[in-house]
């Protein structure tokens, strides 16, 4: 079963750029994350869908941050303009479970990304 | 509030010896999940093990042993006999039931062993 897929696995951008990572869960997982991992810390939660919906995007930053999942499968993660700030390791993370389930996470490789 | 805790950032253990991973954990919620997750250096979190609330009793797995405390609110990781392919960081993460899928990470702590 093939896992969680992420691309690019590295991006090195300049400030003021736009940047857009891809996710591909795992199939038949309803729930998708998206986390930032800074560096020497722990993922912080960025965006939570179930299927199409996204039901938890609190800390999303709206002014520059942008997530899709149309059809309820793959997920696009935008930044535009990057900032300096920006730069972490951006992880797409499935479960199978919707709602109340909360199971264990399965994670992709992650997209590095800095900006210059 | 930080509502997972894990105090020591970096630990170095020479290899076979035993090494214990302290994770305290804040929640007001009476059913809840926590999780250990380890991250070698490839960057991909990989699951250990869940425990719910309901479930205090302690767990050992090959090498890997857990002791869940609810009295102290910590869930702490030991693995025995350590070896040089454990060197990782290992997160501690809680799911409180109220608000569904929603994980809380620790900030890790980074296991180096030393051949």
């Known amino acids: 079963e093939a896992g969680v897929v992420q691309s690019p696995r590295y991006k090195i951008i300049e400030k003021k750029q736009p940047v857009a990572f891809w996710c591909n869960p795992i199939?038949?997982?309803?729930?998708l994350y998206w986390y930032r991992q800074n560096l020497g810390q722990g993922p912080e939660l960025l965006i939570r869908?179930?299927?199409?919906?996204?039901?938890?995007d609190s800390q999303l930053p709206k002014d520059r941050f942008s997530a899709e999942r149309l059809k309820g499968v793959d997920s696009t993660l935008k930044i535009q303009p990057a900032e300096l700030g920006d730069s972490a390791v951006y992880l797409c993370?499935?479960?199978?479970?919707?709602?109340?389930?909360?199971?264990?996470?399965?994670f992709g490789e992650g997209s590095r990304l800095t900006v210059l | 509030a930080q509502k997972v805790t894990q105090a020591q950032t970096e630990i170095s253990v020479v290899e076979k010896e035993d090494v214990t991973l302290d994770c305290v954990y804040e929640t007001r919620d009476t059913t809840y999940y926590l999780f250990w997750y380890k991250q070698p250096p490839s960057g991909e979190l990989v699951f250990l093990i869940r425990?719910?609330?309901?479930?205090?009793q302690n767990e050992i797995s090959g090498r890997y042993s857990w002791n869940f405390q609810k009295s102290t609110s910590s869930f702490n990781f030991t693995i025995t006999a350590s070896q040089v392919v454990d060197s990782a960081v290992y997160f501690c993460?809680?799911?409180?039931?109220?608000?569904?899928?929603?994980?809380?990470f620790g900030t890790g702590t980074s296991l180096t062993v030393i051949p």
């Open positions: 993370a499935s479960s199978p479970g919707q709602g109340s389930y909360t199971g264990e996470l399965f």
């Open positions: 425990r719910n609330s309901f479930d205090e």
């Open positions: 199939s038949g997982h309803n729930t």
């Open positions: 869908y179930e299927n199409e919906e996204a039901v938890d």
């Open positions: 993460a809680l799911s409180e039931g109220n608000t569904g899928n929603q994980f809380y």
